[in-house]
């Protein structure tokens, strides 16, 4: 045990809930399934959000926002999209409070809302809802809109950035004029996720369209990103939905097209949350703390002085205030730890635990040297190195860094993938060596889930580049043309 954090190989579930208490990422919020995200945390969530960002507008989409509260009305217009989240839904009732006279709060009766309204778990009902009266003519199309918000989910077993019943992300959600665009569309962003999650999270990622039955609601296909977590579960990653005409068709959202004939548009609609926190974490850290890929990193280099007095500390700010010039000129963040209140062991802890990328110590023996000693997060490796040129080695080790995080990930993923042709040796190797297991499904909901049943294993996704080959279903021995990824998942 280091840090109070308990080791991964003894409670990998305990050990999760330390890093991210621990590290100060998030703690839990008094309301129950609802997370409090600390500035640390935050912090990581903006640089995501910064860089998604930016990969949206290149795709051509604007951020737009919608209202948290959507009449309940809106949600029968869909079937199969309100019994995908009916039971998660949390519905306001009312609208105004009360003191009973007795100097307690109570809810007014008198003030009950004519129609209940549903806190967002998603806002397709009453994005098409609003497009209706945007869209009139194909030259209104494509419309390519990103919404940054919280979505709430009435969850009932709770995980730090895992499954909360309230968390972050972003929604998009586009209407197209034909089924071909919006089927692109729908890829697109399928890798633009997969480009955000492996060179930005260093998190290897299978990209693939998920089952019948694990589609989202209302979706004729989805698509899918899933990561390998170092405990051996699948984490969906990422999710991109053809949704076809289903939502405009349930609100009535047509256009003229070019041959001047009336039709419904067609539709997507993509995400991903703050989940990914978690994903970032499970992937690559270890018993000493957060192991964070420098690219998301909040702090990718942190400088700690070694001192007597306060002479000595002069010295060394002087060169430090320097080389933090020449870090930010590179766009490197570098945080100048001088605080005389913590030793320096005491820090070199702390940014341990919160996974700072790079550490620089530096003293005055390393002043009159012209050295400074770096100490990497990753391989836990330290060099004395020249002060000479140091931003640009610097700036060189955070690429080793990021691609180093990569092939850990990479390497753990191959080595945890297996093909299995047996249904005894499916079993077996779910039990005794967790991870992905390529296996032949005879292409029926039915099987599907009675393997969920007897196992708790799902198909994660159908890989989107898999070989066609002759097999049998594990399960009930029927012919099958390609292999599916199984696996335990969050």
């Known amino acids: 045990m280091s840090k109070g954090v308990i080791s991964k190989d003894e409670d990998y579930s305990q050990w999760f809930n330390d890093l991210v208490i621990k590290s100060d990422m998030a703690e839990y919020s008094p309301v129950r399934g609802c997370m409090i995200i600390k500035p640390y945390g935050y912090s990581i969530w903006e640089k995501i959000q910064a860089v998604l960002d930016e990969m949206f507008k290149d795709t051509g989409h604007s951020n737009a926002y919608f209202p948290l509260l959507i009449p309940k009305s ?97 929604e998009g959600h586009t209407a197209h004029a034909t089924a071909d665009e919006a089927i692109a569309e729908t890829e697109q962003m399928l890798n633009v996720y997969a480009d955000f999650a492996e060179n930005w999270m260093a998190l290897p990622v299978v990209k693939g369209r998920k089952t019948a039955n694990e589609r989202f609601a209302g979706a004729l296909d989805t698509y899918c990103i899933e990561a390998l977590m170092q405990d051996g579960k699948a984490l969906q990653a990422g999710t991109s939905h053809f949704l ?75 060169y430090v205030d320097s080389l933090k010039k020449e870090l930010k000129a590179k766009g490197i963040s570098v945080k100048f730890d001088n605080r005389d209140t913590h030793r320096p062991g005491a820090k070199f802890a702390e940014y341990e635990l919160k996974g700072v990328p790079l550490r620089v110590a530096i003293g005055s023996r390393d002043m009159q040297n012209g050295t400074v000693e770096l100490a990497r997060r990753d391989t836990k490796t330290k060099e004395t190195t020249t002060q000479e040129g140091l931003a640009g080695k610097i700036e060189s080790l955070l690429e080793e860094i990021q691609n180093n995080i990569y092939k850990k990930a990479f390497d753990f993923r191959a080595e945890n993938t297996t093909e299995v042709d047996t249904w005894d040796e499916f079993k077996r190797l779910l039990d005794e060596q967790p991870g992905f297991l390529s296996a032949h499904w005879d292409g029926t909901s039915e099987t599907e889930q009675k393997i969920k049943e007897e196992t708790k294993a799902t198909i994660r996704c159908i890989p989107l580049n898999n070989k066609q080959e002759e097999g049998k279903c594990i399960f009930t021995g029927k012919p099958s043309t390609q292999r599916v990824l199984f696996a335990r998942a969050y």
């Not at 309100?82 to 609208?95: L, P, Q, R, S």
């Open 244 to 318: 076809g005409q289903n939502f405009a068709k349930a609100f009535d959202v047509k256009f003229t097209n070019k041959e001047n004939k009336i039709e419904h548009v067609w539709a997507t609609s993509w995400g991903v949350s703050t989940r990914l926190i978690g994903a970032l974490i499970m992937a690559h850290s270890d018993d000493a703390g957060l192991v964070l890929p420098p690219k998301l990193a909040p702090i990718q280099v942190v400088v700690v002085p070694i001192y007597k007095h306060q002479e000595e500390l002069d010295n060394i700010s002087a």
């Open 74 to 170: 809106f949600f029968s217009k869909e079937a199969s999209h309100v019994d995908g989240f009916a039971k998660e839904c949390a519905v306001v009732t009312h609208y105004r409070l009360k003191n009973d006279g007795e100097g307690n709060i109570i809810v007014d009766e008198e003030a009950k809302l004519e129609e209940e309204l549903i806190i967002r778990p998603t806002s397709e009902t009453i994005i098409w809802n609003t497009y209706k009266g945007w869209i009139q003519s194909y030259r209104d199309l494509p419309i390519l809109v990103n919404q940054w918000a919280n979505v709430m989910r009435w969850e009932m077993r709770t995980r730090l950035f895992l499954r909360t019943s309230e968390f972050l992300w972003q």
